[in-house]
């Protein structure tokens, strides 16, 4: 893990299971890194973005919003920003029913779609509704402005924001996204995500306005010789 502007390619991140947040040394060592991060803001907006579809970004944000809510004293809010998989409903088992776009759009209030959640001070809540027909799917379904409110709107509510977005590729307000977070987290795959791309995805994170607070490898796999193993 590799936190601030970074040249070089960060080091190995080993991997953690959200479903014990509390035990996760990993994970309890990204949160103390985000929260140094901090600067003096009411509201502290973290996005949690991969260049591409299985790096973990789900499962780092589910795991860090559940973290957060059970360690600070503060109301948490984990927005699912993928509409392509809404991964985050999918793990609870919810629908997700108003979004915060109908929130912006005023169909509905924000507390309509909030999702309040067991663990801690942490709701769960849609930042669009899902995209069913994906053929039919442009990658842009919020404006500028938009975001704007609703990022506004999330603040004056929750202490914590941790947004799960969809791989760059794939939704293109992701990036845009960016610009409105105190700061992206960026999460490679081990192996199989090439440094050129997270070099890349860092610099449109910075062309978009927005700023990397550093990258997170995950799966990661140990690697252990035959001369070690035979003492195994």
Known sequence: ML???HKAPPPPQADWLPEDAGAGQPLFSLFNKLAMLRKDESSFAVQVLGPHP?????TISGGLAEFTALNVDAPVALIDADPLKMSQFQRVGITAGA???DVQQGKASLDAAMHRMHRGNL???ALTPPIVDR???NGRTLSISALSEIVGLL????QWIIVD???ARDVAFSLVLSRFMSGTVVVAESEKTRVPVIHELVHQVYANGG????????????HISDFLYRFL
């Open 135 to 137: 053929k039919g799917y």
């Open 3 to 5: 936190f601030g502007n």
């Open 155 to 158: 603040r004056r509510r929750f």
């Open 54 to 58: 299985g790096c973990g970004v789900s």
């Open 99 to 101: 979004s915060l776009q």
């Open 165 to 167: 977005s969809g791989p």
């Open 123 to 125: 709701s769960l809540m």
């Open 211 to 222: 700023t990397s607070l550093g990258v997170v490898i995950n799966k990661r796999k140990i």
